[in-house]
């Protein structure tokens, strides 16, 4: 797999960023995606100055047109992929549907479903043509549990498991798989954005209540990772990611 390319979108921080990180550090040449040209350049630079290849690609994943932009300069700086992980999401602050602001929810659909549906129509053709590639999409708990407070959120996410469902049936014999990962509450600036800025009341049982007490994005990330290094040999089409339950004395 060394040399191989592999595609991160939302790449400029938390987990896209240390899923990048790992790829890199494990050979594959990493194409970085994000709307944020300067934190990108920044993981771009650390992932070089570690040995690795790079390349930041601002890129709003929302405009096909511009994803169809992307893939054609990944393809001529690093070659066909041959792992996406769609990483990039949304998540508006906690609140109750009958209280949401409809922009919002606009940009939660706009960025994790259309997002993720624009970035795998336009990479799966050529890895069916390989017969080869894995496709990963960060789900969450939201996404098989309806989750109050998180009411368009855990819509949108269920979505991209309904698509995942679909795709292993259709794909099913071709050289290329489909997995999912969900993790919980993880300490990012997402869940700052999400816990901390929304309604305190209502945090869903599921989700730590406190940053300290969130899933490492790094730990996420070895999740991800460990799929692409198994992909060869098995084909790991779930993995769910839990804060560890404290035992109470």
Known sequence: MVGEVAVVSGASYGIGRHI????????WHVALLARGLAQLTQVQEEITQAGGVA???QCDITDRNAVRACKQRIEDDLGTPTVLINNAAYVAPLHKFAEGNPEE????????????????REILPSMLEKKRGKIIFMSSKAGVVP???????????????????????EIAGSGVSVSLVRPGGVATPGYTHAVESGDGGSVPDWIPGNFDECIKPETVAEAV????????????SEINVTANTKIKE
């Open 20 to 27: 990048s990180k790992q790829l890199a550090a494990k050979g």
């Open 105 to 120: 929810w606009e940009k939660m659909i706009s960025v994790n479903v259309w997002g993720t549906l624009n970035l795998t």
């Open 225 to 236: 990772l460990f799929i692409v290094e198994q992909m060869e040999h098995a084909d790991i």
């Open 147 to 169: 989750t109050p407070y998180l009411a368009v959120h855990s819509g949108t996410k269920h979505m991209v498991e309904g698509l995942v469902g679909a795709l292993i049936q």
């Open 55 to 57: 390349l930041a690609l």
